[in-house]
């Protein structure tokens, strides 16, 4: 079996991904998570979209999947991605940094970036279907809207100040082009979050780091990279500018999987592989009611 493992970003998570956090999680992260998480007995769809609450949480749940799942494997994975907020798993995956230090990064993240939009007012992306129309860059100037993350087949997540979308949003409309807002209010993959690239890595360089035991796609440059240093840049980079993601699905391609698997939350990952090549087998753990399920899929692959 050619596998590819891949890491969600944040937008899909749901309340019985916080109730499978509660039932899963190891006892000694939850003095490294965000506190609300465990001070309730569920939290509204609202509370899941809050950063502060997100990013900790879709990593959390990412490091108790990869953790049950790994070990049963039968081969090992011939390359790993994060998508976005994914990343800070998908290294640990790679044996880049420690699910500890995962957790401390997760955080931190969330933090730089929430003090990073604490000034410029509410922010909101949205994902929109054509953005490679010519109209549609020159309105996402005008408007000063930014292509967070370039997906296949022209798409694009969007984002900017919640004023800026809905002006934005308007001529849009008038040309009848698709544009969904999506649950998360951080601008991440623009430049309304340049103060958190450098704050970032002087972070990450008072941590512990290992070149990766198994090949990384670094979202940042789209590429395969080992050296600590290279993927710490390029961790960092990819927070303030354009996630070309794109790109990344053609270096997965190149990797020939006949096997997908998304960590999840969510399935969109899955959903475009499987859109870009019918013949890749690509599924996401959340497709599946059990761990046996999934387990039982990957073995009929070899």
């Known amino acids: 079996m050619r596998l590819v493992v891949m890491f969600s970003g944040q937008g899909a998570q749901q309340s019985t991904h916080y109730e499978e956090l509660q039932l899963t999680v190891h006892e000694e992260y939850k003095a490294l998570l965000y506190e609300p998480l465990f001070s309730h007995s569920s939290l509204s769809e609202k509370e899941l979209s809050v950063n502060s609450i997100a990013q900790p949480l879709i990593t959390a749940i990412q490091l108790s999947r990869w953790q049950r799942f790994s070990r049963q494997l039968t081969h090992a994975p011939l390359l790993i991605a994060g998508y976005s907020a994914g990343e800070t798993a998908s290294y640990y995956a790679a044996g880049v940094w420690s699910d500890i230090a995962a957790l401390q990064i997760a955080r931190t993240r969330a933090h730089l970036m929430d003090s990073a939009v604490g000034s410029i007012g509410t922010c909101a992306m949205a994902?929109?279907?054509?953005?490679?129309?010519?109209?549609?860059?020159?309105?996402?100037?005008?408007?000063?809207?930014?292509?967070?993350?370039?997906?296949?087949?022209?798409?694009?997540?969007?984002?900017?100040?919640?004023?800026?979308?809905?002006?934005?949003?308007?001529?849009v409309l008038t040309k009848s082009d698709v544009?969904?807002?999506?649950?998360?209010?951080?601008?991440?993959?623009?430049?309304?979050?340049?103060?958190?690239e450098q704050s970032l890595f002087e972070y990450l360089s008072t941590l512990p780091w290992s070149i990766p035991t198994i090949p990384l796609l670094a979202?940042?440059?789209?590429?395969?990279?080992?050296?600590?240093?290279?993927?710490?840049?390029?961790?960092?980079?990819?927070t303030c500018h354009t996630l070309n993601w794109q790109h990344?699905?053609?270096?997965?391609?190149?990797?020939r999987p006949d096997v997908v698997l998304e960590i999840g939350p969510g399935n969109a990952l899955a959903k475009m592989i499987r859109e870009l090549d019918s013949s890749?087998?690509?599924?996401?753990?959340?497709?599946?009611?059990?761990?046996?399920?999934?387990?039982?899929?990957?073995?009929?692959?070899?």
């Open 127 to 171: 994902y929109l279907e054509h953005s490679d129309d010519q109209w549609i860059q020159k309105a996402m100037i005008q408007h000063h809207v930014y292509e967070a993350i370039r997906l296949p087949h022209g798409g694009a997540v969007i984002a900017g100040l919640h004023k800026h979308l809905l002006a934005f949003e308007q001529q």
């Open 179 to 196: 544009m969904r807002w999506l649950p998360i209010s951080i601008p991440s993959h623009t430049p309304l979050l340049h103060t958190v």
């Open 219 to 238: 979202g940042g440059s789209a590429s395969v990279m080992s050296s600590p240093e290279e993927l710490a840049r390029a961790f960092c980079y990819q």
């Open 248 to 255: 990344c699905l053609s270096v997965i391609s190149e990797y």
């Open 280 to 302: 890749i087998m690509a599924r996401s753990i959340d497709e599946f009611s059990h761990d046996e399920a999934v387990l039982d899929w990957l073995q009929r692959w070899g």
